[in-house]
């Protein structure tokens, strides 16, 4: 199940939240949650969600088995048993098909490959695991004693299956005691419900737009390239950011409150701030969890920086692309700490502006295409290089413009931050007044993003893609 | 958080909720509808519950499917979708693209079309035109697709879904079409599959050859030819690779017609009239006296609004609903149906069921496509044609009384016997294969139509067991390694195409 799904919105979260409330005391209230989230998980996983509970049962016991041998070396075999578990799990049902086929070219070999299909959100439970299992090992949180309780920590359906990456000393106190409150239930479920419009209502159209382009075997036109890139460019943002809105939305009306996972990525000025405003909670796991371990800025810092932008990549996808996109990214975070951050900081802003928007799509043409010779044919349409002889723009490229244009503009106003300046300026004079309007209109965006969402989403079904087929 | 605040959240809590708890009982528990009209097809059924599909998945994806597409005033809904997609921007010229659109057409020079995807067609002297028996592609189940057609009564006749690949859907005005992509290694394909009915049934019977052209080849801007692939280039490459098949100029005369209403604005099919057309030519070819339209009686409905709408959503086809004309041919003729599968006869009718609900427009002509058909006319001259079509065949039906004292009515997709045999147990004089340049140029439908010289397609047959055996022995094995690398340079899966 997504979020984005109408049996979702109007059948599965009503009824967990009247589950949810009706339960008044914790212990009924997590098995309320673990519950739902099973079935959540079971609907599109009927036979992995199996595989979900015993790699939590594991890290139960190792995050027992750690508290009881703490401070002594005997603990380390604890995280270890769990880095084995989790990391095992990924290496064989993220990786195993891609590792193979790497080590069968590099040696020649023809060991068999088994594409195993992927268990929906391992990547992002794994590592809420495993950033567990290293907390416990540092002191920095106390092991769990009830398995209800860290069932539910790793099986929220909110984050499950596409996060944000919640670590387990942000919310250890919310797992005793909820914050659930009138304020926190509304402004999350409006939180919730503008997700679900930057999901139904923006990414949907302008995804529709660059898959038309993206998928063509050679773009129509180097306009067209430049077109369907962009639109990729919004369509990324605007799927995960919203799916992040829904579950930190969902998680607010529960009672929980996670950390932001974007905050407007595309105002940055460098590839540094990009990746502190892009999936806010990859990039602190790694840097939490592997960069400083391996030494951060104290210790061969670019090397570290080389081994969590690959492994950044890496998780993307078991896919040479996804690798190349994580270690584009680290040589221009190196060259930023060499000297171009500097530079950045004194040029007019526009300048930098420029540059971190050019190096944010140019690097989504590497995250998008899994395929490099079509890679290379999409870069040579793009900067028109000698050889790709498409025209400069072409007659669908401008009407599919046209015919898109208010949807468009809307998604590029959406990537400035431009709620939190109307929050500031209607609720910064503490006028009641400014207050009271504020609230209405949050409400009545609210409900007609609901709505439109809601009459796309029937819309959707009617999808050419079903019954175009014979 | 002060008091005074989570006072005023109250409220907005109050009204949220409201709204939601609404929404939500009213999806739930209002009736659900089993079928749409605008998009004149079934929806998704609630799925049965078994250890099995729910443990391989199946279950929860097709409630999820169900309770989505089965949502309560579902069609009011798709119209307040597409009135809102209409938000989406502006329409320059009354042009609006749908799909992924994609250039397709190469020199306009005659005759010299590149192929597509960049690879050669095979030449002639590779392939005999003994193919073998093929797996119809792609992933519809031609049999499903019947069962559902067959369910409603006769005179309530199932559309088709759209069979054929395409590059787009483009609205212009009131009038939309298919942008067509064009595959040369289909052409190719497709003669040859032709040219193979020729050889099996041998010289005492005539084969024809009509492709038609469709709306996109005469109504297209010229500023977006590169979009759509030269028709007449790709029908005159099938006519040149036939070999003793005659092949029909319909598309002349349908060009000297473009200023009438030969085509439908709002669906992917022909007109009637433009079928009309099209019998001329091949009276003309037969030698034939032409029946001239005045002979008909001309009647109309308003208020069409034909298959491009369920396909593209578009609003505006909505809104421009065209006026549907169809003839009476006045020529007396019975009308026998039978099953497609076992040609059990299942009673008379008539070749254009004007009982229908007007918005069933084309949908009027020859009832299902999963009927099998026999006209017999008070034309006395012994001569018997057997049409293979697809839907657009259809229309053109009762054009062809006149000529003809029996006409059995094939569709490629849905016959359940062996054709060759069919055909000589029903002494058949004449056959014509009439086609649209999509389908000419789909795999999966030339499948189709060679797959019937081996039939049966699965289900029960009347042939005997001899005239299996020689069949077989009659035919080589098929050269796979050939068949393969035809089909990897031609159809890439449906998805990628649109």
């Known amino acids: 199940m997504v979020f984005s799904e109408l049996i979702f919105i109007y059948a599965f979260l009503p009824l ?367 900067f028109n290089f000698g050889g790709s002889n498409v025209k400069l723009i072409d007659e669908i490229t401008k009407t599919t413009f046209l015919n898109n244009i208010f949807v468009i503009a809307i998604a590029v106003i959406f990537c400035l931050p431009i709620i939190p300046k109307l929050k500031e300026f209607f609720t910064h004079k503490k006028s009641a007044i400014a207050q009271n309007i504020y609230l209405f209109g949050q409400t009545a965006a609210a409900i007609t993003v609901l709505v439109i969402s809601s009459i796309l989403l029937v819309g959707d079904t009617n999808n050419p893609f079903l019954y175009f087929r014979f | 958080m002060n008091r005074k605040l989570e006072r005023k959240y109250f409220y907005v809590l109050i009204v949220l909720v409201t709204v939601l708890v609404f929404l939500s009982l009213s999806i739930i528990f209002l009736p659900r509808p089993e079928r749409s009209e605008t998009e004149n097809r079934p929806l998704a059924p609630f799925p049965k519950f078994t250890t099995e599909s729910y443990l391989n998945g199946s279950f929860t994806r097709d409630l999820t499917l169900w309770f989505a597409d089965t949502v309560p005033f579902r069609d009011n809904i798709l119209k307040l979708s597409s009135r809102l997609k209409e938000f989406e921007g502006i329409r320059q010229d009354n042009i609006k693209f749908h799909g992924n659109v994609q250039i397709v057409a190469t020199e306009p ?141 319909a598309y002349s005369v349908l060009a000297s017609h473009t200023d009438e209403d030969i085509y439908l604005k709002t669906d992917h099919h022909w007109a009637q009239l433009g079928a009309y057309y099209a019998s001329i030519a091949f009276a003309e070819t037969l030698g034939e006296p032409v029946q001239p339209i005045s002979d008909y009686e001309k009647k109309s409905r308003e208020g069409y609004v034909g298959s491009l709408y369920g396909y593209t959503n578009d609003i505006k086809i909505l809104e421009s609903p065209e006026r549907f004309d169809y003839y009476i041919q006045p020529l007396p003729y019975k009308t026998e149906f039978f099953k497609y599968d076992t040609l059990a006869s299942e009673g008379y009718g008539s070749l254009i069921y004007e009982t229908s609900t007007s918005e069933k427009g084309y949908q009027m002509f020859i009832g299902s496509d999963a009927k099998h058909i026999k006209v017999t006319t008070e034309n006395k001259n012994g001569k018997r044609l057997c049409v293979f079509k697809e839907s657009f065949g259809n229309a053109l039906i009762p054009s062809l009384i006149p000529y003809f004292e029996e006409i059995y009515v094939i569709d490629i997709r849905f016959f359940g016997m062996n054709a060759i045999d069919y055909m000589k147990q029903e002494g058949i004089t004449d056959v014509l294969f009439v086609n649209n340049i999509f389908a000419a140029n789909t795999q999966m439908l030339i499948d189709y139509i060679n797959n019937l010289r081996y039939g049966p397609v699965g289900l029960t047959t009347a042939a005997t067991e001899e005239t299996e055996t020689e069949t077989t022995l009659e035919q080589p094995e098929p050269p796979l390694e050939l068949l393969e690398e035809t089909f990897e340079t031609t159809a890439p899966p449906i998805e990628e195409i649109y």
């Open chain 1, 16 to 382: 967990f939240f009247i589950f949810y409330f009706l339960s008044r005391n914790l212990t009924y209230k997590n098995i309320v949650l673990v519950i739902f989230s099973l079935v959540f998980y079971a609907w599109g996983e009927p036979v992995w969600v199996l595989l979900l509970v015993g790699s939590t049962l594991a890290d139960y016991f190792n995050g027992l088995f750690i508290s009881k041998h703490f401070g002594k070396k005997t603990a380390k075999l604890g995280v270890a048993a769990s880095l084995a578990v989790n990391l095992g799990l990924l290496a064989i049902f993220k990786y195993g098909a891609f590792f193979t086929q790497t080590f069968n070219s590099v040696t020649g070999l023809a060991l068999p490959v088994h594409e195993l299909d992927l268990p929906i959100g391992i990547s992002f439970y794994s590592f809420q695991s495993i950033s567990y299992i290293v907390d416990v090992y540092r002191g920095k949180v106390k092991a769990q004693r009830s398995f209800l309780k860290f069932m539910m920590y790793i099986s929220m359906f909110f984050q499950l299956v596409a996060g944000p990456i919640v670590c387990y000393d942000t919310i250890e106190r919310q797992i005793e005691r909820r914050d659930i409150s009138i304020s926190n239930f509304s402004q999350g479920l409006i939180r919730f419900l503008i997700g679900l419009g930057k999901k139904v209502i923006i990414a949907n159209s302008v995804g529709g737009i660059a898959d038309g382009i993206l998928s063509n075997a050679v773009p129509q036109s180097t306009a067209a390239a430049w077109f369907g890139i962009l639109m990729f460019t919004l369509q990324i943002y605007f799927d995960f950011s919203g799916y992040s809105d829904m579950a930190i939305g969902m998680g607010r009306m529960a009672g929980f409150t996670f950390l932001e996972n974007f905050n407007y990525p595309y105002i940055a000025r460098s590839a540094r701030e990009f990746w502190r405003r892009w999936h806010i909670s990859l990039g602190s796991f790694f840097r939490e969890y592997v960069y400083i371990p391996l030494g951060g800025n104290r210790k061969h810092q670019y090397l570290n920086l080389v081994i969590v932008w690959f492994l950044t990549g890496l998780w993307h996808g078991a896919s040479w692309n996804f690798i190349l996109w994580g270690c584009y990214f680290g040589v221009l975070i190196i060259i930023e700490n060499l000297f171009l951050g500097k530079v950045l900081e004194k040029i007019p802003k526009i300048f930098s502006h420029i540059y971190l928007l050019f190096a944010a799509v140019l690097g989504w043409s590497l995250f998008y295409f899994t395929d490099l010779s079509r890679l290379g044919v999409y870069l040579s349409a793009m």
């Open chain 2, 109 to 249: 020079e005659q005759g010299e079309t590149a192929p597509q995807n960049g690879t050669e067609p095979p030449s002639v002297a590779d392939l005999t035109p003994e193919y073998g028996r093929n797996e119809p592609g792609g992933e519809g189940d031609p049999l499903g697709s019947v069962t559902a057609a067959t369910e409603p009564a006769e005179t309530e006749p199932e559309t088709d879904s759209l069979e054929f690949d395409n590059n787009g859907i483009v609205t212009i005005g009131d009038r939309s079409f298919m942008l067509f992509g064009g595959n040369r290694v289909q052409g190719k394909y497709y003669a040859d599959v032709l040219n193979a009915y020729k050889v099996q049934l041998g010289e005492g019977i005539n084969v024809y050859s009509m492709v038609v052209p469709t709306a996109v080849e005469f109504y297209l801007p010229d500023q977006y030819a590169e979009y759509s692939n030269s028709e007449l280039n790709q029908i005159n490459y099938i006519y040149e690779n036939l070999v003793g098949v005659t092949p029909i100029d």
